[in-house]
């Protein structure tokens, strides 16, 4: 692989856009889409910080005799240190701000949650009204776990 398909290779695998990776490297869309196809070469300084975002060496990127296994075994390795690294992010913050951060996740589903269940209670006494109206003995419910 040349190093236009290995950075497609790459901005493909994690899942972005042209537009995110240009922006990062400071280029226009244009330029970097040109470095994909290999219509043009990126300068040392940008080969540099895409082997940075990417975590991958300037080696791999510069050089074709890298297969494409040997290419996905890299991808991996490199996407098992960005998870660690996350895990390293993860535990040394501070206990409090993870709580908090829960706290907000579980307020945010907790009320989607209360809606869901207002909801179904509020159709529940539907159907007890309209058995009623209907004189029918709501006993029958019974064999309805929602109920």
Known sequence: ???GEKIKY????NHLNQSKIAD???VKINTYSQYENNLRSPNYNTVKKISEYYKVTIDYLL????????AFIDFLL?????TTLKIVKLLATPKEEVLKWSQEK????????????DSLKEQQDMVKSALSLLEIDDSILQDYPIF
């Open 63 to 70: 050089d074709e005799k890298f297969d494409d296994s040997f």
């Open 24 to 26: 990062y490297l400071g």
């Open 78 to 82: 490199n996407r098992i240190k960005m």
């Open 106 to 117: 579980y307020a945010k589903y907790s009320i989607t949650i209360r809606a869901e269940y």
């Open 1 to 3: 692989m040349n190093i």
């Open 10 to 13: 790459l901005r493909e695998s």
